[in-house]
């Protein structure tokens, strides 16, 4: 009884906060008609046609040669990056938790390498491994004279996609060694193991879960990504490729639609082996905070090898990196190595170069604070208040991350030129900048809501009970005790929304009008075309804008974020 009047008491008490349920309606509307509206008009156009339920759109594209061709080859680049990026970000994460480093440098280098793939396009490492060891690339032709050497295919994107994705799994990798309890691993050392059966025996069980969601995470991104695919995959076709051409060349809308749900289950099975398995796996598994500071290996025989190797790697793909000013720089990649600034004055006087820097910047400096502030939002719904509907709006924000951009395209294509809106406001979105905000904030809306949601629960619930308890609503909470105690998580999500916005490609090719030119479709137009010149001139500054956010994030968070008392305590 005392249980029931409770409850009604809890029922009386959220429905008379009507900010608070004002907020979580609006909410729900914006996650059910932007998320699930979208994939929900994939599977109707996949399932039903004008004879009605039928599984006829799935049997043609199944007997298409190129889409069984295009799964074989997905899955099979799929999980050999997924393999080599968790082994590689191991390698990384273990050189920088365990080994002593003999210089500040390396550990410099090794952060410079994992926040490279944050600040650039998807696509920038495809230009590089073109212009280094394509037919007329700087190191296959010019230093090992052979001119015929193909660049193109499973292993050109494999090389990239593994480059590309691997500082995820460091930065994961990172996080969970630095957990282990040097303790477990220092009482084998004592019972006499090597250092090897040690790392064989102890470490690697204790984070074995968690390499095999580093695989998983590396393995959703590869199989989502189009960009690189498109401009080094030459004739070896991907999911995300096929799906775009089929909208794009074979305007065939319903056969497009039955290969997004395909790829659609494709990401979710292994998103939620990867969310409801292996990271609960990984929880139990791990230790908890060192108790004491661990002793770092300073055998050279360990230390010189694995630095060496790391070393390597990092300068490999920061070379990439480099190879890209160069290339906007020189005045015929692979002919003529004189430099020049004309790519650069091309991009702003030929190719409307301005216009395309201010839409894309604006569109993002838009979509960011929207992201951020609702990142923030559900976070603070789903920690810190107890509703009905707190599963849902966690699950659907969180199901975006398991949606690949190009699957998202064309779900936003048929779900709002041609889907049940018809008329109205939201059928006059299809076609203006609107969408392609809101496209930016789904597709960010996942990792600054996870950020949230860890910074939130590390705060006590009696500063905010205080709070209540002298008449404040949940708006008045949010807003002067919640946000100020997580400013740091927000201006990091503003600042990551934004970048991820300003790079996006994959979500938005399918849906950007001539009305907008954005710099991401302009780097993949040019690249697709081999003027690799203006495309290297476009990603140079992108990267440049990119990289000037994250520090003036850092410059930012640095003078007015959380201060160290309060994040500690």
């Not at 029922?11 to 309606?25: E, M, N, S």
């Not at 193109?152 to 691997?166: D, H, L, N, S």
């Not at 070896?236 to 074979?250: F, H, R």
């Not at 003036?552 to 008392?565: A, H, P």
Request: charged share 15%; proline share 3%; hydrophobic share 55%.
């Amino acid at each position: 009884m005392a249980g029931k009047q409770g409850a009604s008491l809890d029922r009386q008490k959220f429905f008379a906060d009507p900010i608070l349920v004002t907020t979580i309606v609006v909410l729900i509307a914006f996650l059910t008609l932007f998320i699930l509206y979208p994939l929900a008009i994939l599977l109707v156009d996949s399932f039903v046609t004008d004879k009605g339920f039928t599984l006829d759109v799935f049997r043609r594209i199944m007997g298409m040669h190129n889409f069984r061709t295009a799964i074989t080859n997905t899955l099979r680049v799929g999980f050999l990056v997924g393999i080599l990026s968790a082994l590689i970000g191991l390698l990384f994460a273990y050189v920088e938790v365990y080994v002593k480093l003999r210089t500040a440098f390396m550990g410099g280098l090794f952060k410079v390498v994992s926040m490279l793939p944050v600040v650039s396009p998807p696509f920038v490492l495809s230009l590089s491994m073109i212009m280094l060891f394509g037919k007329a690339g700087i190191i296959t032709r010019f230093l090992l004279h052979i001119y015929d050497n193909n660049v193109y295919g499973f292993w050109g994107i494999a090389i990239v996609q593994t480059m590309t994705f691997f500082p995820v799994c460091y930065m994961m990798m990172r996080g969970l060694l630095k957990n282990i309890d040097p303790s477990l691993e220092e009482a084998a050392r004592d019972m006499g193991a090597s250092r090897w059966k040690v790392f064989t025996t102890v470490t690697l069980p204790l984070v074995l879960p968690g390499l095999g969601n580093a695989f998983l995470v590396t393995f959703i991104e590869s199989i989502a990504d189009f960009a690189n695919p498109m401009i080094i995959g030459g004739s070896y076709d991907t999911l995300a490729t096929t799906i775009y051409l089929q909208i794009t060349g074979a305007y065939d809308k319903e056969g497009a639609s039955a290969m997004a749900v395909v790829l659609l289950c494709i990401t979710l099975i292994m998103f939620i082996a990867q969310k409801y398995w292996l990271e609960a796996k990984s929880t139990a598994t791990l230790s908890g905070k060192a108790s004491r500071q661990r002793m770092l290996i300073t055998d050279r025989s360990v230390t010189v090898p694995l630095t060496i190797l790391c070393s390597l790697m990092a300068l490999f793909v920061i070379m990439m990196y480099i190879c890209v000013p160069f290339g906007a720089l020189f005045k015929t990649w692979g002919y003529d190595f004189h430099l020049t600034t004309k790519w650069f004055n091309q991009v702003f006087v030929r190719y409307k170069g301005l216009k395309a820097f201010k839409d894309s910047f604006m569109l993002s400096l838009i979509a960011s604070p929207i992201t951020a502030l609702l990142s923030m939002i559900i976070s603070y719904l789903v920690v810190k208040r107890n509703f009905k509907t707190k599963g849902f709006i966690e699950a659907v924000s969180m199901l975006a991350m398991a949606v690949p951009g190009t699957v998202l395209g064309i779900g936003y294509i048929r779900g709002f030129s041609a889907g049940v809106f018809r008329t109205g406001f939201l059928k006059s979105l299809y076609g203006t900048g609107a969408i392609l905000v809101i496209v930016f904030i789904v597709r960010s809306l996942p990792t600054g809501t996870r950020s949230g949601i860890s910074a939130l629960r590390q705060i006590d619930k009696s500063i905010e009970e205080s709070a209540y308890d002298m008449g404040a609503d949940s708006f008045k909470v949010f807003m002067t005790v919640t946000l100020p105690l997580i400013k740091d998580s927000f201006l990091s999500g503003l600042v990551t929304a934004f970048v991820r916005s300003i790079t996006a490609i994959s979500a938005i090719i399918l849906l950007v009008t001539p009305q907008f030119l954005l710099i991401t479709v302009q780097i993949n137009e040019f690249a697709e075309k081999g003027s690799y010149g203006i495309a290297c001139a476009f990603a140079t500054i992108l990267i440049a804008i990119t990289y000037a956010s994250v520090l003036l994030m850092n410059l930012v968070i640095k003078f007015f974020g959380t201060s160290r008392t309060i994040t500690e305590s």
